[in-house]
Protein backbone atom coordinates (compact mmCIF):
# COMPACT_ATOMS: atom_id res chain seq x y z
CA UNK A 1 0.00 0.00 0.00
CA UNK A 2 1.50 3.58 -1.13
CA UNK A 3 1.72 5.35 1.51
CA UNK A 4 2.69 8.77 -0.24
CA UNK A 5 0.24 12.02 0.66
CA UNK A 6 -1.85 12.64 -2.67
CA UNK A 7 -3.40 16.45 -3.09
CA UNK A 8 -7.03 16.84 -4.82
CA UNK A 9 -6.76 19.98 -7.25
CA UNK A 10 -8.17 23.19 -6.18
CA UNK A 11 -9.41 24.25 -9.74
CA UNK A 12 -12.89 23.96 -10.02
CA UNK A 13 -13.95 27.19 -11.69
CA UNK A 14 -17.57 26.40 -12.28
CA UNK A 15 -17.74 25.96 -8.31
CA UNK A 16 -19.25 22.88 -8.40
CA UNK A 17 -19.31 21.91 -5.13
CA UNK A 18 -19.67 25.52 -3.54
CA UNK A 19 -23.15 25.40 -5.08
CA UNK A 20 -24.42 21.50 -4.47
CA UNK A 21 -23.41 22.27 -0.93
CA UNK A 22 -25.38 25.34 -0.78
CA UNK A 23 -28.16 23.86 -2.57
CA UNK A 24 -28.58 20.80 0.18
CA UNK A 25 -28.22 23.00 3.19
CA UNK A 26 -30.67 24.91 1.78
CA UNK A 27 -32.84 21.91 1.34
CA UNK A 28 -32.55 20.96 5.27
CA UNK A 29 -33.27 24.41 6.27
CA UNK A 30 -35.95 25.07 4.63
CA UNK A 31 -37.84 21.83 5.68
CA UNK A 32 -36.45 22.18 9.36
CA UNK A 33 -34.79 18.97 8.68
CA UNK A 34 -31.32 17.66 10.63
CA UNK A 35 -28.64 15.65 8.67
CA UNK A 36 -28.64 13.00 10.89
CA UNK A 37 -31.09 10.07 11.28
CA UNK A 38 -34.45 10.18 12.02
CA UNK A 39 -37.79 8.08 14.04
CA UNK A 40 -37.29 5.74 10.21
CA UNK A 41 -33.50 5.08 11.42
CA UNK A 42 -34.21 4.31 14.74
CA UNK A 43 -37.21 2.08 13.94
CA UNK A 44 -34.76 0.27 11.53
CA UNK A 45 -32.14 0.16 14.04
CA UNK A 46 -35.28 -1.98 16.24
CA UNK A 47 -35.90 -4.40 13.00
CA UNK A 48 -32.25 -5.08 11.60
CA UNK A 49 -31.30 -6.03 15.31
CA UNK A 50 -34.54 -8.05 15.90
CA UNK A 51 -33.30 -10.27 12.46
CA UNK A 52 -29.79 -10.68 13.74
CA UNK A 53 -30.20 -11.58 17.38
CA UNK A 54 -34.01 -13.28 17.27
CA UNK A 55 -32.77 -15.84 15.99
CA UNK A 56 -29.66 -16.02 17.86
CA UNK A 57 -32.04 -16.43 21.12
CA UNK A 58 -34.18 -19.18 19.38
CA UNK A 59 -31.34 -21.47 18.83
CA UNK A 60 -29.82 -21.12 22.59
CA UNK A 61 -33.65 -21.50 24.03
CA UNK A 62 -35.94 -23.98 21.95
CA UNK A 63 -35.50 -27.24 20.80
CA UNK A 64 -35.68 -28.18 16.33
CA UNK A 65 -34.76 -29.62 14.05
CA UNK A 66 -32.11 -29.33 11.83
CA UNK A 67 -32.76 -27.53 8.69
CA UNK A 68 -34.99 -25.12 10.86
CA UNK A 69 -31.27 -24.54 12.32
CA UNK A 70 -30.19 -24.05 9.81
CA UNK A 71 -32.18 -21.99 7.83
CA UNK A 72 -32.53 -19.60 11.48
CA UNK A 73 -28.53 -18.80 10.47
CA UNK A 74 -29.13 -17.43 7.38
CA UNK A 75 -31.50 -14.85 8.97
CA UNK A 76 -29.20 -14.30 10.88
CA UNK A 77 -26.39 -13.61 8.35
CA UNK A 78 -28.77 -11.23 6.71
CA UNK A 79 -29.75 -9.39 9.67
CA UNK A 80 -25.91 -9.12 10.44
CA UNK A 81 -25.30 -7.31 7.15
CA UNK A 82 -28.49 -5.54 7.67
CA UNK A 83 -27.02 -3.91 10.94
CA UNK A 84 -23.95 -3.13 9.22
CA UNK A 85 -25.02 -1.30 6.07
CA UNK A 86 -27.88 0.85 8.41
CA UNK A 87 -26.79 0.79 11.96
CA UNK A 88 -22.86 0.74 11.98
CA UNK A 89 -22.17 2.56 8.95
CA UNK A 90 -23.82 5.32 10.03
CA UNK A 91 -22.84 5.47 13.52
CA UNK A 92 -18.78 5.49 12.18
CA UNK A 93 -19.98 8.55 10.20
CA UNK A 94 -21.28 10.47 12.96
CA UNK A 95 -24.35 10.69 10.66
CA UNK A 96 -26.53 8.05 13.40
CA UNK A 97 -27.45 10.86 15.54
CA UNK A 98 -26.63 14.84 16.26
CA UNK A 99 -25.36 13.14 19.99
CA UNK A 100 -21.99 11.71 19.53
CA UNK A 101 -22.23 8.95 22.33
CA UNK A 102 -25.27 7.40 20.39
CA UNK A 103 -23.28 7.57 17.12
CA UNK A 104 -20.22 5.98 18.98
CA UNK A 105 -22.82 3.16 20.56
CA UNK A 106 -24.56 2.44 17.08
CA UNK A 107 -20.80 2.15 15.29
CA UNK A 108 -20.16 0.15 18.64
CA UNK A 109 -22.18 -2.54 16.82
CA UNK A 110 -19.51 -3.95 14.39
CA UNK A 111 -18.19 -5.51 17.60
CA UNK A 112 -20.95 -7.96 17.56
CA UNK A 113 -20.17 -8.44 13.79
CA UNK A 114 -16.73 -9.56 14.24
CA UNK A 115 -15.05 -5.89 13.08
CA UNK A 116 -13.14 -3.05 15.00
CA UNK A 117 -13.95 0.61 14.96
CA UNK A 118 -10.95 2.14 14.31
CA UNK A 119 -9.73 -0.27 11.78
CA UNK A 120 -12.98 0.14 9.92
CA UNK A 121 -12.80 3.96 10.49
CA UNK A 122 -9.49 3.89 9.04
CA UNK A 123 -9.77 2.10 6.18
CA UNK A 124 -13.22 3.17 5.23
CA UNK A 125 -13.65 6.79 6.72
CA UNK A 126 -9.81 7.64 6.27
CA UNK A 127 -8.52 5.79 2.97
CA UNK A 128 -11.72 5.04 1.08
CA UNK A 129 -13.60 7.90 1.34
CA UNK A 130 -10.80 10.04 0.46
CA UNK A 131 -8.97 8.01 -2.07
CA UNK A 132 -11.80 6.71 -3.78
CA UNK A 133 -10.62 3.85 -6.33
CA UNK A 134 -6.93 5.18 -6.25
CA UNK A 135 -4.89 2.21 -6.90
CA UNK A 136 -2.06 1.89 -4.44
CA UNK A 137 -4.49 3.79 -1.99
CA UNK A 138 -7.83 2.94 -1.52
CA UNK A 139 -7.70 -0.44 0.46
CA UNK A 140 -10.93 -1.77 -1.00
CA UNK A 141 -9.61 -2.38 -4.17
CA UNK A 142 -6.46 -4.43 -2.69
CA UNK A 143 -7.55 -7.82 -2.67
CA UNK A 144 -3.56 -9.50 -3.08
CA UNK A 145 -2.89 -11.77 -5.80
CA UNK A 146 -6.19 -13.54 -5.90
CA UNK A 147 -8.73 -11.01 -7.47
CA UNK A 148 -7.78 -8.15 -9.84
CA UNK A 149 -10.24 -5.08 -9.42
CA UNK A 150 -8.04 -2.62 -11.19
CA UNK A 151 -6.18 -2.53 -14.88
CA UNK A 152 -3.19 -1.35 -12.96
CA UNK A 153 -2.76 -4.07 -10.49
CA UNK A 154 -0.86 -7.48 -11.76
CA UNK A 155 -2.18 -9.27 -14.00
CA UNK A 156 -1.88 -13.21 -12.43
CA UNK A 157 -2.80 -16.01 -14.74
CA UNK A 158 -5.63 -17.44 -12.39
CA UNK A 159 -7.80 -13.85 -12.77
CA UNK A 160 -8.79 -15.45 -16.09
CA UNK A 161 -11.25 -17.20 -13.90
CA UNK A 162 -12.64 -14.54 -11.13
CA UNK A 163 -15.95 -13.65 -12.64
CA UNK A 164 -16.81 -17.44 -11.95
CA UNK A 165 -14.94 -17.32 -8.55
CA UNK A 166 -14.86 -14.44 -6.81
CA UNK A 167 -18.42 -14.60 -5.98
CA UNK A 168 -17.40 -17.34 -3.88
CA UNK A 169 -14.45 -15.72 -2.34
CA UNK A 170 -17.01 -12.27 -1.69
CA UNK A 171 -18.70 -14.92 1.19
CA UNK A 172 -15.64 -14.63 3.49
CA UNK A 173 -15.53 -10.92 3.91
CA UNK A 174 -17.15 -11.00 7.78
CA UNK A 175 -15.25 -13.77 9.12
CA UNK A 176 -11.94 -12.61 7.44
CA UNK A 177 -12.51 -9.86 9.65
CA UNK A 178 -12.92 -11.88 12.79
CA UNK A 179 -9.84 -14.35 12.23
CA UNK A 180 -7.12 -12.21 10.74
CA UNK A 181 -7.87 -9.46 8.98
CA UNK A 182 -8.23 -7.13 12.26
CA UNK A 183 -5.33 -8.20 13.27
CA UNK A 184 -3.19 -6.94 10.38
CA UNK A 185 -4.77 -3.82 9.69
CA UNK A 186 -4.40 -2.55 12.74
CA UNK A 187 -0.42 -3.61 12.88
CA UNK A 188 -0.28 -1.71 9.66
CA UNK A 189 -2.32 1.28 10.69
CA UNK A 190 -0.54 1.55 14.08
CA UNK A 191 2.65 1.76 12.24
CA UNK A 192 2.05 4.22 9.72
CA UNK A 193 -0.40 6.39 12.44
CA UNK A 194 -3.12 6.83 10.46
CA UNK A 195 -6.34 7.39 12.50
CA UNK A 196 -9.98 9.10 12.17
CA UNK A 197 -9.93 12.03 14.63
CA UNK A 198 -7.10 11.65 17.51
CA UNK A 199 -4.78 8.12 17.39
CA UNK A 200 -5.74 6.17 19.89
CA UNK A 201 -2.88 4.58 22.69
CA UNK A 202 -1.75 1.51 21.02
CA UNK A 203 -1.89 -0.85 24.11
CA UNK A 204 -5.37 0.96 24.80
CA UNK A 205 -6.07 0.09 20.73
CA UNK A 206 -4.62 -3.85 20.92
CA UNK A 207 -6.14 -4.35 23.82
CA UNK A 208 -9.51 -3.68 22.90
CA UNK A 209 -8.65 -5.72 20.05
CA UNK A 210 -8.25 -8.74 21.67
CA UNK A 211 -10.91 -8.85 24.68
CA UNK A 212 -13.43 -7.50 21.74
CA UNK A 213 -12.35 -10.88 20.07
CA UNK A 214 -12.90 -12.98 22.66
CA UNK A 215 -16.04 -11.74 23.89
CA UNK A 216 -16.89 -12.06 20.34
CA UNK A 217 -15.91 -16.09 19.98
CA UNK A 218 -17.38 -16.50 23.85
CA UNK A 219 -21.06 -15.07 22.83
CA UNK A 220 -20.89 -17.03 19.08
CA UNK A 221 -18.78 -20.25 19.51
CA UNK A 222 -18.28 -21.31 23.57
CA UNK A 223 -21.57 -19.86 24.53
CA UNK A 224 -23.49 -22.31 22.21
CA UNK A 225 -21.55 -25.52 22.61
CA UNK A 226 -22.46 -24.70 26.50
CA UNK A 227 -25.62 -24.48 25.80
CA UNK A 228 -26.99 -26.48 22.78
CA UNK A 229 -26.86 -30.67 22.85
CA UNK A 230 -24.80 -30.09 19.64
CA UNK A 231 -21.87 -31.26 18.01
CA UNK A 232 -19.32 -28.63 18.21
CA UNK A 233 -18.75 -29.06 14.11
CA UNK A 234 -22.48 -28.18 13.96
CA UNK A 235 -22.09 -24.93 15.60
CA UNK A 236 -18.99 -24.11 13.66
CA UNK A 237 -20.90 -24.83 10.23
CA UNK A 238 -24.32 -22.57 11.73
CA UNK A 239 -21.57 -19.83 12.50
CA UNK A 240 -19.58 -20.17 8.84
CA UNK A 241 -22.89 -19.93 7.59
CA UNK A 242 -24.19 -16.55 9.32
CA UNK A 243 -20.93 -15.19 8.46
CA UNK A 244 -21.06 -16.18 4.40
CA UNK A 245 -24.50 -14.98 3.79
CA UNK A 246 -23.30 -11.69 5.72
CA UNK A 247 -20.55 -11.19 3.68
CA UNK A 248 -21.69 -12.25 0.59
CA UNK A 249 -24.67 -9.02 0.57
CA UNK A 250 -22.09 -6.69 1.98
CA UNK A 251 -19.42 -7.49 -0.49
CA UNK A 252 -21.56 -7.46 -3.48
CA UNK A 253 -23.05 -4.13 -2.18
CA UNK A 254 -20.00 -2.66 -1.87
CA UNK A 255 -18.79 -3.81 -5.19
CA UNK A 256 -21.41 -2.43 -7.21
CA UNK A 257 -20.69 1.12 -6.11
CA UNK A 258 -16.68 1.01 -7.34
CA UNK A 259 -15.78 -1.47 -9.15
CA UNK A 260 -17.52 -0.88 -12.45
CA UNK A 261 -16.50 -0.29 -15.41
CA UNK A 262 -18.20 3.21 -15.44
CA UNK A 263 -16.10 3.82 -11.97
CA UNK A 264 -13.45 5.17 -13.18
CA UNK A 265 -9.47 4.33 -11.23
CA UNK A 266 -7.63 7.73 -11.81
CA UNK A 267 -3.89 7.69 -10.85
CA UNK A 268 -2.12 10.87 -9.90
CA UNK A 269 -0.27 13.17 -11.34
CA UNK A 270 3.84 12.95 -10.82
CA UNK A 271 3.68 15.25 -8.12
CA UNK A 272 1.05 13.60 -6.38
CA UNK A 273 -1.66 15.80 -7.73
CA UNK A 274 -5.10 14.38 -8.71
CA UNK A 275 -6.63 15.80 -11.94
CA UNK A 276 -9.92 16.57 -10.20
CA UNK A 277 -11.42 18.52 -7.14
CA UNK A 278 -11.99 15.75 -4.95
CA UNK A 279 -16.08 16.33 -5.11
CA UNK A 280 -15.42 15.98 -8.67
CA UNK A 281 -13.43 13.13 -7.99
CA UNK A 282 -16.13 11.20 -6.23
CA UNK A 283 -18.74 11.89 -9.07
CA UNK A 284 -15.93 10.17 -11.30
CA UNK A 285 -15.07 6.93 -9.20
CA UNK A 286 -18.84 6.49 -7.85
CA UNK A 287 -22.02 4.63 -9.41
CA UNK A 288 -25.34 4.51 -7.96
CA UNK A 289 -27.89 1.73 -8.60
CA UNK A 290 -31.56 0.05 -7.94
CA UNK A 291 -32.62 3.99 -6.77
CA UNK A 292 -36.06 3.56 -7.46
CA UNK A 293 -36.56 0.23 -5.83
CA UNK A 294 -37.72 0.62 -1.96
CA UNK A 295 -36.84 -2.30 -0.75
CA UNK A 296 -32.73 -2.16 -1.95
CA UNK A 297 -32.99 1.66 -0.44
CA UNK A 298 -33.98 0.35 3.06
CA UNK A 299 -32.27 -2.96 3.43
CA UNK A 300 -28.78 -1.73 1.82
CA UNK A 301 -28.92 2.03 4.31
CA UNK A 302 -28.45 4.04 1.30
CA UNK A 303 -25.27 2.22 -0.16
CA UNK A 304 -26.84 2.28 -3.27
CA UNK A 305 -26.93 6.16 -3.09
CA UNK A 306 -23.55 5.91 -3.08
CA UNK A 307 -22.75 9.47 -4.96
CA UNK A 308 -24.53 11.17 -2.43
CA UNK A 309 -22.23 9.03 0.20
CA UNK A 310 -19.21 10.22 -1.12
CA UNK A 311 -20.18 13.64 -1.20
CA UNK A 312 -22.11 13.37 1.67
CA UNK A 313 -20.82 11.17 3.98
CA UNK A 314 -22.12 13.14 7.41
CA UNK A 315 -25.62 12.99 6.61
CA UNK A 316 -27.90 10.07 7.02
CA UNK A 317 -28.56 7.69 4.30
CA UNK A 318 -32.14 8.32 5.52
CA UNK A 319 -32.14 11.85 3.15
CA UNK A 320 -30.46 10.32 0.04
CA UNK A 321 -33.63 10.09 -1.96
CA UNK A 322 -34.51 13.17 -1.30
CA UNK A 323 -31.19 15.22 -2.14
CA UNK A 324 -30.36 12.85 -4.89
CA UNK A 325 -32.81 14.96 -6.84
CA UNK A 326 -30.47 17.87 -6.35
CA UNK A 327 -27.27 16.28 -6.49
CA UNK A 328 -28.56 14.81 -10.36
CA UNK A 329 -29.48 18.04 -11.50
CA UNK A 330 -26.03 19.93 -9.99
CA UNK A 331 -24.22 17.65 -11.92
CA UNK A 332 -26.11 17.83 -14.92
CA UNK A 333 -25.84 22.14 -14.52
CA UNK A 334 -22.32 21.42 -14.07
CA UNK A 335 -22.01 19.38 -17.66
CA UNK A 336 -20.52 16.71 -14.64
CA UNK A 337 -21.55 12.74 -15.02
CA UNK A 338 -24.13 11.20 -12.50
CA UNK A 339 -23.11 7.19 -13.17
CA UNK A 340 -26.17 5.28 -12.50
CA UNK A 341 -27.81 2.13 -12.98
CA UNK A 342 -31.13 1.98 -12.97
CA UNK A 343 -31.48 -1.63 -11.42
CA UNK A 344 -29.52 -3.74 -9.08
CA UNK A 345 -29.69 -6.76 -11.46
CA UNK A 346 -28.53 -5.04 -14.11
CA UNK A 347 -25.40 -3.64 -12.14
CA UNK A 348 -24.59 -7.61 -11.27
CA UNK A 349 -23.96 -8.12 -14.49
CA UNK A 350 -22.48 -5.26 -14.97
CA UNK A 351 -20.00 -6.03 -12.36
CA UNK A 352 -19.16 -9.21 -13.27
CA UNK A 353 -18.64 -8.17 -16.88
CA UNK A 354 -15.81 -5.90 -15.49
CA UNK A 355 -14.15 -8.63 -13.47
CA UNK A 356 -13.97 -10.06 -16.36
CA UNK A 357 -12.30 -7.63 -18.29
CA UNK A 358 -9.84 -7.19 -15.72
CA UNK A 359 -9.22 -11.18 -15.51
CA UNK A 360 -7.92 -10.88 -19.30
CA UNK A 361 -4.47 -10.85 -19.76
CA UNK A 362 -3.66 -6.87 -20.65
CA UNK A 363 -0.35 -8.21 -23.36
CA UNK A 364 -3.77 -8.92 -25.49
CA UNK A 365 -5.66 -6.20 -25.17
CA UNK A 366 -2.50 -3.50 -25.38
Request: glycine fraction near 6%; proline fraction near 3%.
Amino acid sequence: MAQKTLAFSRKDSAKFFRTLNKRVNDYFKENNLKRTGNYKLWIKTIVMFAIFLTPYFLLLTISMPGWAQLLLTVVMGVGMAGVGMNVMHDGNHGSFSNKEWINRLMGSSIYILAGNVYNWQVQHNVLHHTYTNIHGHDEDLEAGRILRFSEHAKWHKHHRFQHYYSILLYGLLTINWAITTDFQQMKRYMKRKLSYGKLPDPVLNWSKLVISKLIYVSMWIVLPMLILDMAWWKILIGFFVMHYVAGLILSVVFQLAHVMDEAEMPLPEENGTMKNTWAIHQLMTTVNFGTKNRIVNWFTGGLNHQVEHHIFPHISHVHYTKISKIVRETAKEFNLPYKEYKTTRKAIMAHFRFLKEMGTNPALTA
